[in-house]
């Protein structure tokens, strides 16, 4: 799999993968840039509940579950120190449907913490990746 | 820091962060989604790619480098079972512009991976990440 990175500008970026899908990257006012777009280390979250969200979802479905609805939160703290990695991950799983079964998204996350999410495997043993979920009718 | 990632229907999904930048997610027609932009796992590629990128050229500037343009390319590796975490990934690194100081660079590039870039030191002793680069004038 292979992706590219092109400069636009002062710390400006944009991300395209081999399909042309491009996304822009860019750093806060803050910190010298423009605020457009993601800064990269907001993609490492939402590339982490993006794949395990679409695994959960996949599941839930495959276990006839009535899925209405379905959003994944993810929360993420740094060191304060360089290299600014993260040092714990919080995913917050939000199903919408009607009846969903408690046990059916438990097994649905822990196939996906232990089996299919690609992303959470290559940050295997590195960020402390906790979960919690709600259920809405 | 934040985000979110909401279903729109199949295995697709739509990422955001907290200033209302999307991304829209989605699996490859031959997995069963519609290859609607990016899979998680290229998001993961881009988000490394980009966290260097602004590292190496913002550092060259500093270095008084006339950097016209720049690009990084990033190839990734994954297991073939499950879960297909990536077992390599390898960044090269694009300069373009007048008289570039190779040592320039590689000082950049030792900066970036070992104090300044958050991504990877977040997927730190996961795949093994190596890199070349080229200049063009």
Partial sequence: ??????????????????????????????????????KPTELLLIALAGCTAVDVVTILRKKKQ????????????QRQEFPQSFEDMKIIYKVKGENIDKAAIERAIQLSEEKYCSVRATLEGNPRITHTYEIED
Same sequence: chains 1, 2.
């Fill in 1 to 38: 799999m292979k992706a590219r990175v092109k400069w636009i500008d002062g710390r400006q970026f944009v991300g395209i993968n081999e399909r042309n899908a491009g996304v822009v990257m860019d750093s806060l006012v803050e910190a010298g840039g423009e605020g457009v777009g993601f």
């Fill in 66 to 77: 009535k899925v209405t609805g379905f959003s994944v939160e993810v929360e993420g703290m």
